[in-house]
């Protein structure tokens, strides 16, 4: 009786996906792939990937059938685009918003990163107003405090012009100024290490067939599930004292009376001259539940925290792999300083030539909700049927030689300078990142001191690229440095 369920079970999902991939292959005709299975589709392309080998097997991929294909997994339908024509429709689309982070939604729930697409625009308005240009300068002085901090910990390993791995330093003082801009305080050493675990949970997660999906990880991982719960409900019990201490402290700083009960004088949350991530979302129009408020705190720290941290972690390897970039970075703050200009053209562009080269978010995706039209100069006119799954590779992306020229896999960061080129680091379109010009004001005014006050040695292996969740380097972001000597 079981095995005869199961085979009916087995034959009713091989008929539905078998008539789902039907409907699905009139539209995409002209587009090749991998070998379907009947009931699995081509999900041996899907198990074989790992945070080691995803960047071998994507090249590998790409050159076996090309810069747009399709692959089933199931009933699903992936579109993986390393195509810089096809990806910029789809980015710079209105319609086709949803990212489909299913992966997150335990964590981030209704956030920024994961809601629906008639909740952007709202919430994409709260989050650019970090980069107000009044609110920008003062946020500068907050980095500028941070960025001290980090030279005065590098100091020892300067002098001793050890080779480290500068990711913990870094990603620590990420983390201490997002929890800074997200909350408007520093929260617990708990708290940032509950934090540190989970962000680390979820990026051991990723691309593990045990774990990626929900229901597999359901099953098969019920000790880490139950430490993930635990690691979400610490955060949020703290965020929620955070948010209720912010609200008190708007309401009220005195002692108050109601009905003859004394309520004791209300602490003030530690006064910032900047607005935070938390005091935007309580004066915003958008009428958020708490659980909404919770989902935005977390998604602002982890993404800026992860994303930076690796952004930040491949600039400084790169700028030291890279004397004459070094030097002409080091001329040009110098310059600055002695003119007190504001502005740092070279160095930005040095790190808009890290963001093509090392895209911290490696993968953009979209799930569609409704057919996708689009014109292409090669695959010609068609369309991408509702509920494919795209996967737009950055990191393929931004080294095409059709867009970036024949040294597209060069560091030349005067690309950024001469005819600026395109980049897609931070999205394009309706859903391009609301923080694009607080993130790099936060990436250059931590590396200009650091520059200043130490020489980058070009030492220890190359980068090895890793995916997970956030590009990474599977032999550390290693580095060495030494005190420069101070001129007159």
């Given at each position: 009786?079981?095995?005869?369920?199961?085979?009916?079970?087995?034959?009713?999902?091989?008929?539905?996906n078998y008539l789902r991939q039907r409907r699905q292959r009139g539209f995409i005709k002209n587009l090749g792939g991998p070998f379907t299975w009947p009931l699995m589709g081509a999900m041996h392309k899907?198990?074989?990937?790992?945070?080691?080998?995803?960047?071998?097997?994507?090249?590998?991929?790409?050159?076996?059938?090309?810069?747009?294909?399709?692959?089933?997994?199931?009933?699903?339908?992936?579109i993986p685009v390393a195509d810089l024509e096809l990806a910029k429709q789809l980015l710079q689309s209105e319609t086709h918003l949803e990212t489909g982070h299913e992966l997150m939604s335990d964590w981030?729930?209704?956030?920024?990163?994961?809601?629906?697409?008639?909740?952007?625009?709202?919430?994409?308005?709260?989050?650019?107003?970090?980069?107000?240009?009044?609110?920008?300068?003062?946020?500068?002085?907050l980095f500028q405090q941070q960025a001290e901090q980090l030279c005065q910990q590098l100091a020892a390993r300067a002098e001793a012009r050890q080779l480290f791995d500068v990711w913990q330093l870094v990603?620590?003082?990420?983390?201490?100024?997002?929890?800074?801009?997200?909350?408007?305080?520093?929260?617990?050493?708990?708290?940032?290490?509950?934090?540190?675990?989970?962000?680390?949970?979820?990026?051991?997660?990723?691309?593990?067939?045990?774990?990626?999906?929900?229901?597999?990880?359901?099953?098969?991982?019920?000790?880490?599930?139950?430490?993930?719960?635990?690691?979400?409900?610490?955060?949020?019990?703290?965020?929620?004292?955070?948010?209720?201490?912010?609200?008190?402290?708007?309401?009220?700083?005195?002692?108050?009376?109601?009905?003859?009960?004394?309520?004791?004088?209300?602490?003030?949350?530690?006064?910032?001259?900047?607005?935070?991530?938390?005091?935007?979302?309580?004066?915003?129009?958008?009428?958020?539940?708490?659980?909404?408020?919770?989902?935005?705190?977390?998604?602002?720290?982890?993404?800026?925290?992860?994303?930076?941290?690796?952004?930040?972690?491949?600039?400084?390897?790169?700028?030291?792999?890279?004397?004459?970039?070094?030097?002409?970075?080091?001329?040009?703050?110098?310059?600055?300083?002695?003119?007190?200009?504001?502005?740092?053209?070279?160095?930005?562009?040095?790190?808009?030539?890290?963001?093509?080269?090392?895209?911290?978010?490696?993968?953009?995706?979209?799930?569609?909700?409704?057919?996708?039209?689009?014109?292409?100069?090669?695959?010609?006119?068609?369309?991408?049927?509702?509920?494919?799954?795209?996967?737009?590779?950055?990191?393929?992306?931004?080294?095409?030689?059709?867009?970036?020229?024949?040294?597209?896999?060069?560091?030349?960061?005067?690309?950024?300078?001469?005819?600026?080129?395109?980049?897609?680091?931070?999205?394009?379109?309706?859903?391009?990142?609301?923080?694009?010009?607080?993130?790099?004001?936060?990436?250059?005014?931590?590396?200009?001191?650091?520059?200043?006050?130490?020489?980058?040695?070009?030492?220890?292996?190359?980068?090895?690229?890793?995916?997970?969740?956030?590009?990474?380097?599977?032999?550390?972001?290693?580095?060495?440095?030494?005190?420069?000597?101070?001129?007159?």
């Amino acid at each position: 009786m079981i095995l005869a369920s199961i085979f009916v079970c087995f034959c009713l999902v091989s008929a539905f996906n078998y008539l789902r991939q039907r409907r699905q292959r009139g539209f995409i005709k002209n587009l090749g792939g991998p070998f379907t299975w009947p009931l699995m589709g081509a999900m041996h392309k899907i198990v074989l990937l790992s945070p080691k080998n995803f960047f071998e097997r994507s090249s590998v991929y790409l050159a076996k059938y090309g810069a747009v294909s399709r692959i089933w997994v199931f009933h699903r339908l992936f579109i993986p685009v390393a195509d810089l024509e096809l990806a910029k429709q789809l980015l710079q689309s209105e319609t086709h918003l949803e990212t489909g982070h299913e992966l997150m939604s335990d964590w981030l729930g209704d956030s920024l990163l994961t809601c629906q697409s008639q909740h952007w625009p709202p919430r994409h308005q709260i989050l650019a107003s970090l980069s107000r240009p009044d609110n920008l300068l003062q946020l500068s002085q907050l980095f500028q405090q941070q960025a001290e901090q980090l030279c005065q910990q590098l100091a020892a390993r300067a002098e001793a012009r050890q080779l480290f791995d500068v990711w913990q330093l870094v990603s620590d003082n990420v983390l201490d100024l997002m929890l800074c801009i997200s909350c408007g305080m520093q929260p617990s050493e708990h708290y940032k290490q509950a934090f540190k675990e989970l962000t680390e949970l979820y990026r051991k997660r990723f691309l593990s067939v045990r774990s990626a999906n929900r229901l597999t990880f359901w099953v098969c991982s019920p000790l880490t599930r139950r430490r993930q719960q635990r690691l979400i409900r610490r955060i949020n019990e703290e965020n929620k004292q955070m948010l209720e201490q912010r609200r008190q402290h708007k309401l009220s700083s005195n002692q108050i009376k109601i009905e003859g009960i004394t309520i004791d004088r209300i602490e003030p949350v530690p006064r910032v001259k900047y607005q935070s991530l938390l005091e935007l979302l309580l004066t915003s129009e958008a009428s958020l539940t708490d659980a909404q408020l919770l989902a935005e705190l977390n998604c602002c720290s982890f993404l800026g925290y992860l994303l930076c941290s690796s952004a930040l972690c491949s600039a400084l390897v790169l700028i030291a792999r890279h004397p004459a970039v070094q030097q002409r970075c080091l001329d040009e703050l110098r310059e600055a300083k002695d003119s007190k200009e504001e502005r740092l053209p070279y160095l930005e562009a040095v790190l808009k030539e890290t963001l093509r080269l090392q895209p911290p978010q490696v993968i953009v995706n979209r799930e569609l909700s409704q057919d996708f039209e689009y014109t292409h100069s090669q695959l010609g006119a068609g369309s991408l049927p509702a509920g494919t799954e795209i996967y737009m590779n950055l990191y393929e992306l931004q080294r095409a030689e059709q867009a970036y020229g024949t040294k597209a896999q060069h560091f030349q960061p005067e690309r950024f300078l001469e005819q600026p080129v395109e980049l897609l680091s931070f999205g394009l379109g309706p859903r391009s990142c609301p923080a694009q010009q607080m993130s790099l004001s936060l990436l250059q005014q931590l590396v200009a001191p650091l520059l200043l006050q130490y020489e980058l040695l070009p030492y220890g292996d190359a980068l090895r690229p890793q995916l997970c969740l956030a590009l990474g380097s599977s032999n550390g972001f290693q580095l060495a440095l030494q005190p420069r000597k101070k001129i007159d």
